[in-house]
């Protein structure tokens, strides 16, 4: 059953709510400069290696084996990007609504379809992820790298005490 709340960001007529970004300013340097930038090396490297006759690479091993592991390679960061940098948002929050975005398209949710908030350790850094009530247009979790005030604006709106 899909959020129903969900609704794509419209300025309500005579009303404005002031939000705050809750996610990272780096979020557009992880979701989309480190895929593209990494993507396009790996597949020149892997083409170059694919392209260029055997006899001309000079490896101590042979070619083969050095375009398998390109491929591997290159197929890894493809699933690693997929599974994890683009499902990075990044979420705006007012006193009523939020608003997460994948800088294609913006959605605003009630905060009365929360579930739950969850902080978690991975590859280092520390993710939030929103679990809603119902999936929306993003699903029905919702990941970001928390800013620099995630915490102080979750504590002065009370909500400090949401379960993780």
């Given at each position: 059953m899909e959020n129903q709340n969900a609704t794509p960001q419209e300025p309500e007529q005579g009303k404005t709510e002031k939000t705050e970004c809750?996610?990272?300013n780096m979020t557009l340097f992880w979701r989309v400069f480190t895929p593209i930038f990494v993507t396009v090396f790996l597949?020149?490297?892997l083409l170059t290696f694919i392209f260029i006759p055997e006899e001309e690479l000079?490896?101590?091993?042979p070619a083969l084996w050095g375009r398998l592991f390109l491929l591997v390679l290159w197929l890894g960061w493809l699933l690693f990007v997929r599974r994890t940098l683009w499902r990075l948002k990044r979420v705006d929050a007012g006193d009523t609504h939020f608003y997460v975005t994948n800088y294609w398209?913006?959605?605003?949710y009630p905060w009365a379809d929360v579930e739950k908030v969850e902080r978690i350790?991975?590859?280092?850094?520390?993710?939030?992820?929103?679990h809603l009530k119902a999936p929306g247009r993003f699903g029905?979790?919702?990941?970001?790298?928390?800013?620099?005030?995630?915490?102080?604006?979750?504590?002065?709106?009370?909500?400090?005490?949401?379960?993780?």
């Open positions: 809750l996610s990272t597949t020149g490297l000079y490896l101590p091993f398209v913006t959605v605003r350790r991975r590859l280092g850094r520390k993710l939030v992820t929103i029905q979790r919702i990941t970001f790298l928390p800013g620099d005030r995630f915490e102080a604006w979750m504590e002065e709106r009370g909500m400090a005490g949401i379960p993780e």
